[in-house]
């Protein structure tokens, strides 16, 4: 089973509820890992490596999500 690593790029007055891949100004799928463990912690290496590309008035979210050609 493996993962993919997710960013979205929203909007700061949306809520992170809100920010979601239809609702996104951006999209970006930033890797596949093997497992979740590995998934939040590429990830936190991720946003460190963004922070400064993000408007002020956007922010990141991140999520990790089961790679589709894959399933239980």
Known sequence: MTFDII????????????????????????GNVPTELRCLLESQQHMAQVAGLIKQDEYAKFSCVRHPDESL
């Open 7 to 30: 960013a979205l790029v929203c909007a700061l007055g949306q809520s992170p509820a809100e920010c979601q891949a239809p609702t996104a100004r951006e999209v970006m799928v930033l």
